[in-house]
């Protein structure tokens, strides 16, 4: 994976995302409904992230997400019209019987869930460094789900981490640290509403497979 800067010129990694999770529709008068096309693209913008980490351990985090992605991705073109939110999309894979897709956004949301606590907290933590953000999120979100084989794998992405100031330095020119925390912040705000959304969601009876 590379390990060169992040971000354009005069800009930081956020203006390098083809969508934002801030940008993402969500339908109060709906039950708070999450538009599908957005919401897949801006978790596709999300795992560049991994790439800025540097590390080839985090190779199979970015793996199992974008194949979460084309899960869910699968269903919305076999069925359009079913799939124009999240929340259809699901009732109505379930509605024939199958969860290939519902299965790949509990999976997801685990996965975002992870990397918008880990980064939640070190922003937080202003002297923490991200090995130890990390390993705690996995603690909190993906671990207890994964199994003895696949734990391993992803322990050693958290060890890879790199050293906060250097990561930070990635995501935007000298001087910037304080805008690109800002926008982390507001990114990661928005990204964290629409998982407590889908995560209560996914907890209902009519969300089960």
């Known amino acids: 994976m590379t390990t ?5 010129p005069g800009g930081t990694f956020l203006d390098t995302l083809k969508k934002s999770f801030t940008d993402v529709p969500v339908d109060k ?15 596709e913008s999300l795992t560049t992230l991994f790439d800025v980490l540097g590390s080839v351990a985090f190779t199979p985090v970015k793996s199992d997400m974008l194949g979460n992605v084309k899960k869910i991705r699968d269903r919305q073109l076999a069925a359009p019209l079913q799939s124009i939110t999240l929340q ?10 199958k969860h290939t897709a ?7 949301v685990r996965g975002l869930d992870f990397t918008a606590i880990a980064l939640t907290q070190n922003l937080a933590a202003a002297s923490e460094e991200l090995s130890t953000s990390f390993r705690a999120a996995y603690g909190n979100t993906l671990k207890p789900h994964h199994s003895f084989m696949v734990k391993p794998i992803f322990s050693a992405a958290m060890s890879a981490c790199p050293y906060r100031k250097d990561f930070y330095a990635k995501l935007g020119g000298e ?31 009519e969300a089960k497979w």
């Open 102 to 108: 519902t299965e790949g956004l509990v999976w997801l």
């Open 29 to 43: 008068e709906k039950d708070n409904a999450v538009s599908t096309a957005e919401f897949l693209e801006a978790a």
């Open 4 to 8: 060169t800067n992040a971000y354009p």
């Open 175 to 205: 001087g910037d640290e304080e805008r690109v925390q800002s926008e982390l912040k507001t990114w990661l705000a928005a990204l964290g509403r629409i998982i407590a959304i889908l995560k209560a969601f996914l907890e209902k009876k």
């Open 88 to 97: 259809d999309l699901v009732i109505n894979e379930l509605k024939i019987k």
